[in-house]
């Protein structure tokens, strides 16, 4: 488990590690969960990104695609 205020949170990393990004007062705002090669697999939103119509479940979840490893895609 590690913690970021960074908001530019890659999408490889270590495998096997969740990072919780939160804002400047701790506040919790996502996880994001590798898995064991290291590609995120599930992002975890504790917001509704500032768009409650789009985003009525919070928190809700971002399932990646990686069907073209090039270009990994998060769920809608
Ligand atoms: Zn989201």
Redesign the pocket.
């Known amino acids: 488990m590690e913690t970021t205020t960074n908001n530019k949170i890659p999408t490889t990393y270590k495998p096997n590690t969740v990072i919780k990004r939160v804002d400047a007062n701790g506040n919790l705002i996502?996880e994001r969960i590798f898995n064991d090669k290291g590609r995120v697999i599930k992002?975890i939103?504790h917001?509704?990104?500032g768009n409650p119509k789009m985003?009525q479940k919070v928190p809700?979840e971002?399932i990646w695609d990686w069907s073209d490893p090039k270009r990994p895609k998060?769920s809608k």
């Open positions: 996502s992002d939103h917001t509704n990104h985003h809700h971002h998060p």
